[in-house]
């Protein structure tokens, strides 16, 4: 198997800092992720809420170039490390004990994870990059709360979820 080498977490998190004081600073909106989504889902759904957000931002918005750039900057990053780049679902031999071993059935869990995720976020009135990178770099109490919520609730359910199957 080929070892794969990242990035420093001190890179990444320099780097997302960075970007959000510089979008803050150039078009004075706050780093977030939740709104583009349910803009972008928006444009392929006739569901009111949906579509209420994209009437919203408009037909194409910086939301949906900054979704459009999250991918594309994680192609960026893997074709700028060193080593090889591997394509796989894989988060680790932990997560890969606990997680079914087709691949078919460990991307239906990490989508049905997503969807989860992206519910909560609509529900909490923002994503975590929201909350915890803008909202708490702006000494929101919200988001500073959601956010403290958002690690406890993330690190119990991991904790479980491990306890449970592994």
């Not at 037909?59 to 700028?80: K, V």
């Not at 929201?130 to 988001?143: E, K, R, T």
């Not at 959601?146 to 690190?155: H, K, L, S, V, Y």
Request: glycine letters at 16%; aromatic letters at 12%; proline letters at 4%.
């Amino acid at each position: 198997m080929t070892e794969v080498i990242v990035w420093s977490g001190w890179i990444g998190g320099l780097g997302i800092g960075l970007y959000a004081l510089f979008q803050l600073l150039i078009t004075g909106k706050v780093l977030g992720v939740s709104s583009g989504y349910c803009s972008l889902c928006g444009c392929f759904s006739r569901a009111a809420f949906f579509i209420e957000q994209k009437e919203k931002d408009g037909p194409l918005n910086w939301r949906l170039w900054f979704l459009l750039g999250l991918p594309l900057g994680g192609l960026l990053a893997a074709w700028t490390s060193p080593g090889p780049v591997v394509a796989s679902f894989s988060l680790g031999e932990l997560y890969d004990s606990v997680f079914p071993s087709a691949v078919w059935a460990k991307g239906l869990v990490l989508v049905a994870g997503g969807v989860l995720m992206g519910l909560g976020a609509r529900m909490a009135g923002g994503c975590t990059s929201g909350h915890a990178i803008s909202g708490m770099a702006m000494l929101n109490p919200p988001s500073i709360l959601a956010a403290a919520g958002f690690f406890a609730g993330g690190t119990l359910m991991v904790q479980l979820l491990f306890w449970i199957f592994a």
